[in-house]
């Protein structure tokens, strides 16, 4: 059982940055892409961002230009996916949840962490 820990989320204001963090020290198998999605309550799930092995990026329109995928540590398998969030906005509210894509392999998933914007 691979475990994937998340952290970093919170209440934020209106306008406000957080920062998701998503660790997977125990992958040793070539990953091909990582990336995160959310469910707000009522929601459908929707893609957030996806970063590929080669650095990559898609971006969901609901969060072009205000969020950013990164990830370190894949030398080292010590393989870390990171989601910085600027200008949230309400709307941003939901259940984010990160996933690591083995190369011609599963997707493994984070346990979701809640992010809440609100005054």
């Known amino acids: 059982q691979i475990q994937i820990v998340q952290s970093g989320g919170g209440l934020v204001h209106p306008g406000g940055s957080l920062s998701l963090s998503c660790a997977a020290p125990?992958?040793?198998?070539?990953?091909?892409?990582y990336g995160w999605y959310r469910q707000a309550p009522g929601k459908q799930r929707e893609l957030v961002a996806t970063i590929t092995e080669i650095r990559s990026q898609y971006y969901g329109d609901a969060v072009k230009g205000r969020f950013t995928i990164s990830f370190s540590g894949e030398k080292t398998n010590n393989h870390t996916v990171y989601l910085q969030m600027n200008s949230l906005k309400p709307e941003d509210t939901a259940v984010y949840y990160c996933?690591?894509?083995?190369?011609?392999?599963?997707?493994?998933w984070g346990q979701g962490i809640q992010v809440t914007v609100s005054s």
């Open positions: 996933f690591i894509r083995r190369l011609w392999g599963d997707d493994y």
């Open positions: 125990e992958i040793t198998f070539r990953v091909s892409a």
